[in-house]
């Protein structure tokens, strides 16, 4: 990823559209990709663990177990299917 994504996924905004888009591509490695990218884009897998509070092991497996992928993507699809949304919004407000 250059610079120019990673400073464009530090945006709320533009990190929600691309973790979107992810999400209707509905393939778990398309998804484990974006997690990637906005974690790199964030400052690591350190940064997003302290500031989410969790542990830095925990994050890397919800990101890079395939399972974990394909839950989220069965969740959206069955949202979709009664009529509901899945979708990331960006926050202004991210976890300190």
């Excluded at 591509?25 to 974690?39: H, I, M, R, S, T």
């Excluded at 949202?79 to 960006?90: E, S, T």
Aim: charged share 30%; hydrophobic share 40%; with cysteine.
């Amino acid at each position: 990823m250059n610079e120019k994504v990673s400073k464009q996924l530090r945006d709320p905004t533009k990190a929600a559209r691309y973790l979107n888009r992810a999400l209707e591509y509905g393939d778990p490695d398309n998804l484990q990709e974006a997690f990637l990218d906005l974690v790199k884009a964030q400052g690591g897998y350190h940064r997003v663990a302290v500031r989410s509070r969790m542990n830095e092991c925990r994050v890397k497996l919800i990101i890079l177990d395939e399972e974990e992928s394909w839950k989220l993507l069965r969740l959206y699809k069955l949202l979709q299917a009664m009529g509901v949304r899945l979708v990331a919004v960006g926050s202004k407000r991210a976890l300190k």
